[in-house]
């Protein structure tokens, strides 16, 4: 007799357990069976449900369809679901669905393998894997009636590929121009890779509108991705049929809207996104040049997009850009198109939109971040509620994610990112757990958050403030040089407490421990902000650094509260955000000859996530701030700082007459923690909670305290163990044939 492996192994099993069966009655083991049985758990299978139709199966009950059941099977098995976070990214889209927006559009969607920018979080339409989590979007869209768009981008020389670890293409044999100086250089495309290209988008054409996609972009925009490359001079140095006259140069962009007008066959809209110009970019594309490119192709597409040519030109802060900064460039596009036309610039007035519209240089009304701020913005202009819009301030705080590889974030919308997560939504909130009382100690971004939204919840609430005036650190650093925007933190939350019959206000009011426990609250916040050092510890010294008695020294605090320095002035830079290069240019403007330290080599280095970093450097310059880059502020002595060198440890003296340190805060923390020592005074008082908020807790960014003092608002009257994640996680696993998306509390299918 022959046994192959299997049979041998099924043959040794049934031997090994034959003496048992044989004598059942009498051996002891039988006896264990019922406990050992009920030691084991079945395991769960997730249901699964098939459109087998689509692979021929007839529904007639008597057409035999095993095969149509195997094609669905074999082609829907996956390995890994590709998108990052389905359903967050699902969820925050829907929100603005249900706020009236006519179109919610995705970011870029990678198109193809060859061209992608690990790590930065891109959405992927590589191939039909990606397809389930992408109709998670379009089914929460259009629940809400409005129509689900998709950019569909090959990043061709912005792509380094770290992930794929292929060569990118692009027009010619150049370094990739991705966000940081990444060690790739792209090849270029040959006319084989060309048809490829077209092949590839048109697939990807296809499966945006099985995703349920209502209009699909060919992305040339931002000067990120191939289209563009082969427009731009700057790129194109090709000598074939793509390159040379822009009749050339424009023949790439000419195929793939014919493709894309071919493939979608009236099933979807077929848009295009396109640069205007590249501002300050030898041989970049410029304005004419676009008018020529529309004059051309103008009746391709069923839509016209226009952008700036880089994001930093596009999603410009409120410190560089004023609302609707684009239009110069758009003007007049229109006219050479019978085509919609969709433009963008950071609206946020319904009044700058209605004007836009009705002198026919716009049809549509673009916006990212304004729809980020206040999702609802569509919705509130309709039923005239224009003094509830929750203006964006222009901080771009939300494009930082894309840099920091993290959840999206906003200033002023603090629900943003943790529609999913943990269920937040912009406009409403649970009703209060119970009849409690709440005391807010502190107006500044998180009070004001925590007071409005407590508010919201239906908690009688309290709201004091030490000074005269309510917004903390946002309303002093909104008088400071360009951040006047910024103050509409302060604005918009102002004008929903005058809502709330439930929420009182008083201002100068000073509380301490004892009147806390006094006033019979149920749960405080502690929002009683932070306080600048002025002992130079921050990033680099962790400790305070030797001070001369006889140079006065400074702080943010002093020069917004308008104790001003004059003369030479020393400004020494460790905290890296917007606020050093912000001074440095409030006190130039007040007549003070500023050095500007930093141990960074840039000014305001973390403004590289916000797109500021390159205006910055040229603003510090302009203003003729004398840059002392990579350089550390290490004492002072009688009237002069001392300065070294970050690698060399060389010092300089530089001759000032004041000092002013941004480097770190300490939080006002007294309060919080004295209500804490005392917690055997709690239960005589009424008092259930005490809570530090925002940088009463920990100092960070404005948008930081304002999430801050909404998560308070909704942690009230819930018990949570500081063991357990206090949100939803999304870990995609491997499971054979389907993989899904778990998470902590549910399954969310994404097929």
Partial sequence: MTLDRRELLKWGAAAAVSPLLLQADEHPA??????????????????REFNIKKYGAVADGKTDATEAISKAIAEKRVDAICIWEPGSQAAHRE??????????CTEQAEIHHTSEITPFIEQRLWDDIDLPALELTTNRVHDHGALAAIELCYNGMNGPNFFSRVPPM???????????????????????????????????????????FDLVYVYAGHALGGIHHFLSRRYNQRTDAYGGSMENRVRLLREMLEDAVEEADGKAAIGCRISLTELGVADGLERDEIAEVVGMLGELPDLWDFVMGSWADDSVTSRFGPEGHEEQYVRGLKQLTSKPVVGVGRFTSP?????MVREEILDFIGAARPSIADPFLP?????GRMDEIRECIGCNICVSGDFTMSPIRCTQNPSMGEEWRRGWHPERMRARHADERVLVVGAGPAGLEAAMSAGRRGYEVVLVEATRELGGRVALESRLTGLAAWNRVVDYRLGQLDRLDNVQVFRESRMTADEVLAYGFHHVAVSTGARWRADGAGRWHTKGIPLSADLPVFTPDDVMRGRLPSGRVVLFDDDHYYLGGVIAEFLVQHGCEVTLVTP???????????????RIQTRMREIDIDLRLSQTLVRTEGSSAVVACMHTGRETVVEADAVVLVTARLPHEELALELQARRDEWADAGLLSVTAVGDALAPSTIAAAVWDGRRFAEDLGVNRSNDDTPFRRE??????????????SEVTRVG
């Avoid at 929100?95 to 919610?104: C, L, N, P, S, T």
């Avoid at 940081?180 to 499966?207: E, F, G, N």
């Avoid at 960074?600 to 390159?614: C, I």
């Fill in 30 to 47: 039988w006896r264990d069976v019922p406990n050992i049985l009920a030691r084991i758990r079945p395991p769960k299978f997730a249901g």
């Fill in 170 to 212: 692009g027009p010619g044999h150049l370094p990739v121009a991705a966000f940081s100086y990444d060690q790739v250089q792209a090849r270029a495309m040959t006319l084989a890779d060309i048809a490829d290209l077209r092949r590839w988008h048109r697939r990807a054409v296809r499966r945006s509108i099985d995703a349920g």
């Fill in 351 to 355: 009044e700058t939109m209605l004007r």
């Fill in 600 to 614: 960074s080599p840039t000014v305001s280095s973390w403004t590289a996530h916000t797109l500021e970093l390159d």
């Fill in 379 to 383: 919705s509130k202009i309709e039923q």
């Fill in 95 to 104: 929100v603005k669905a249900e706020g009236g927006w006519a179109v919610v």
């Fill in 731 to 744: 870990v995609v696993f491997i499971e054979h044939p389907r993989a899904r998306t778990q998470t902590r």
